[in-house]
Structures are given as structure tokens and as C-alpha cells.
């Protein structure tokens, strides 16, 4: 058995304030026992901090080549925000979305032997942490991941699908591919890609058993609901969520930003959903981490034992105008019965995060 948690936090341009409340949130899932962590999109830097007019934002030329941006600090960006402008971190008394930058003022880029990571590393310790950052590789930049712990980088992903207001800010990455970690093998997502089907089942195909999404995922900027539990994006990231663990009969661990980051308005609601679509643990819109204890093996083994989803593919059907090649003997589902998993536990954290 492992227990799962995944993160609703706010993260800014700050990355002395966004490391401290990594150490605060890692402390606290240790604490619970913890043995896999997902952080949201954007932990050390935040995200963008408007995707509709992103004019001060690096141009990228029709090939996709992403023209560098000015080093943090530098010239290029909107003029300094006042001071209060975004929200306040009430711990530290900073503002947190906009972290001191114009609202088109991109995150930092880290290469990815940056020391910092080196510092997680040792932060993380037995622990199996996830934590989304802006990568540079030359002269791109990508939306990026990274799963480590004590042992070391365990695996890194480049987001794939990228929303049209991030074309501008962001390379796109080109593969989806699992990995062994200490709690199973696993692999990531990053926002827009678990809206697409493909990108959770090649993940699949590739032996992971947990799905770890990392996301930015704001509330509807063209279609506002006055309560967020009513808003449209709001609906679709828990069914995206739900969906993807279900088609593909693994658990998946989703975390999310809180709170303002410039113009957008993130939605929380991080969660654990089983193997057959069911929420196991959430933390709604609130900041929190959202934990479940779950026997991974045993329970996708279990999800998989009369209905094989992987296995029952029938992958000639799926092209347009191709006819499937006669069905053969399904290969044996078996798997090892696993005891009922106790209900999802929750630990809720009042806005902002905070941990003493």
C-alpha cells in the first residue's frame, strides 16, 4: 500500500518563496506517510499569467522555434506591478501570482541540471515528488516536469499539447514515456495533454500503473460561472481526470494551482481517482493536499481482471475506412484480490498553503 497526495497550491515568480512552501508541503505529506507527491504545473515560477493577450511574450516563427526571452529581471517585460496588485500571501505578506512582474512577465527558465533541482533531491528523500517548472534547452523553452526523489531524477516530461496563448511562451515537447520509480512505474501529464485521450493510453501502453497530472488549469475566461463549482472548466478537469484513470484502468494522482496568477483565476480541486473513475480524495477548491492509500498493483491488477481495456484494443478498427483484423483469444486477466481500500483522507489547508 502507498499513499497518494497531490497538491492545491499557489506558486509565484518567487523561487525562494516557492521552495519554502515546496519544504512546507513535502513536510506535511511526509508527516501523513505519504510515498508519492504531485505538485502542481508551475511550482517553481509559477505559470503564465494571461493567455489572451500574450503581446510581450517571446514570438514564435511559423517552424515552432521559440525566440529566447529576456532573463528574469531584464528588459522586455510589462512595467512592475504595484505592490498588493495580486494576491497576498498572508504567511509572508508578498504578493504570490504576480511575484513583482508585469502580467506578461514570464516565468524563470531552469536548465535542467540547474542546482535547484539537486536541492529537491535531497528535500525530497524517500518521498516521490512531482513538480512542474519552465525549462530551457538551448534557445527553447518548455512547460516541463520532473519526478525524482532521494535516489535521484526518476523521469521529465515536456508538455505536447500546448494551448494556442502558450504557442508564444513554450516549445512543444514530443513523446509520452513511463518510468520505474520507488512507488511503481509512472508517468506524467501536463495540463491541455489529459485532455487528449492518446497521451494517457500511450502512458499506459507503456507499463504505467499512476498518472501523475500537473496542472495550471484556470477557471473559463470566455464563459464565466459566479461560482466556480459551476464553471465549465471546472467540470472538465475532474471529467478529464475521472475519464482517463477509467479508459485506462490505472490511478491517477491530479494536482493543481489555487488562487490569481495575473488574469486567470486557478481552480484547485486536486484529487486521487482510482482505477475505475472514482474519486477517491479531492480538496475542491481550497488549498490542501487530497491523499488516498492505495495498493496500485493490486488494485489495477483487480480493475483489469475481466474487463482488459489495454489488452481488448482493437487498434486496425480505429482507421478510418481499415477493417479490423478478426478478434483472437483474449490473453488471461488474472491478478491478485486486494482487501477494499480505505476511504480517501483529506487534509485541508485554508488558503494560502501553509504548514507549520
Known amino acids: 500500500m502507498v499513499l497518494l497526495a497531490a497538491a492545491a497550491a499557489q506558486f509565484g515568480r518567487d523561487l525562494d518563496f516557492d521552495l519554502d512552501r515546496v519544504a512546507s508541503i513535502v513536510a506535511a505529506a511526509r508527516r501523513a506517510g505519504a510515498g508519492l507527491l504531485v505538485l502542481p504545473d508551475g511550482t517553481l515560477g509559477g505559470y503564465l499569467n494571461d493567455l489572451r493577450e500574450p503581446d510581450s ?79 530551457r534547452a538551448g534557445a527553447l523553452t518548455y512547460n516541463a516536469a520532473v519526478c525524482l526523489s532521494g535516489a535521484g531524477i526518476h523521469g521529465r516530461h515536456r508538455k505536447v499539447h500546448l494551448a494556442p496563448g502558450e504557442r508564444v511562451s513554450y516549445a512543444s515537447g514530443d513523446r509520452f514515456a513511463a518510468f520505474d520509480t520507488p512507488v511503481g512505474r509512472l508517468g506524467m501529464l501536463i495540463d491541455y495533454d489529459k485532455t487528449f485521450p492518446e497521451a494517457a493510453r500511450a502512458l499506459a501502453e507503456d507499463g504505467a500503473v499512476v498518472l501523475a497530472c500537473l496542472s495550471a488549469w484556470p477557471a473559463s475566461l470566455t464563459d464565466p460561472a459566479r461560482r466556480v463549482v459551476k464553471d465549465r472548466q471546472a467540470r472538465l478537469f475532474d471529467l ?106 483529506q487534509l485541508p489547508v485554508d488558503e494560502p498553503l501553509r504548514v507549520e
Open 240 to 345: 478529464y481526470d475521472c475519464a482517463r484513470a477509467a479508459e485506462n484502468q490505472v490511478v491517477l494522482v491530479s494536482a493543481n494551482q489555487t488562487g490569481r496568477g495575473g488574469a486567470l483565476t486557478f481552480l484547485g480541486n486536486a484529487k486521487v481517482v482510482g482505477p475505475g473513475g472514482d474519486i477517491r480524495a479531492r480538496t475542491w477548491q481550497k488549498a490542501g493536499l487530497a491523499m488516498a492509500e492505495v495498493d496500485l498493483a493490486a488494485e489495477v491488477s483487480r480493475a483489469r481482471r475481466v474487463l482488459h481495456h489495454l489488452a481488448e484494443r482493437r487498434p486496425a478498427a480505429y482507421r478510418a475506412g481499415c477493417p479490423a483484423e478478426p478478434a483472437g483469444e483474449l490473453p488471461a486477466a488474472g491478478g491478485p484480490e486486494s482487501s477494499a481500500v480505505p476511504a480517501g483522507d
Open 57 to 135: 511574450t517571446p514570438e514564435s516563427d511559423p517552424s515552432g522555434t521559440v525566440t529566447p526571452d529576456p532573463a528574469p529581471g531584464g528588459s522586455g517585460g510589462a512595467a512592475p506591478d504595484a505592490v498588493g496588485a495580486g494576491p497576498t500571501d498572508i504567511a509572508g505578506g508578498r504578493p504570490v501570482g504576480v511575484g513583482g512582474g508585469g502580467p506578461a512577465e514570464l516565468p524563470p527558465a531552469l536548465a535542467a541540471d540547474d542546482p535547484v533541482f539537486d536541492r529537491l533531491v535531497a528535500l525530497a528523500g524517500d518521498l516521490v515528488l512531482c513538480l512542474g517548472y519552465r525549462e
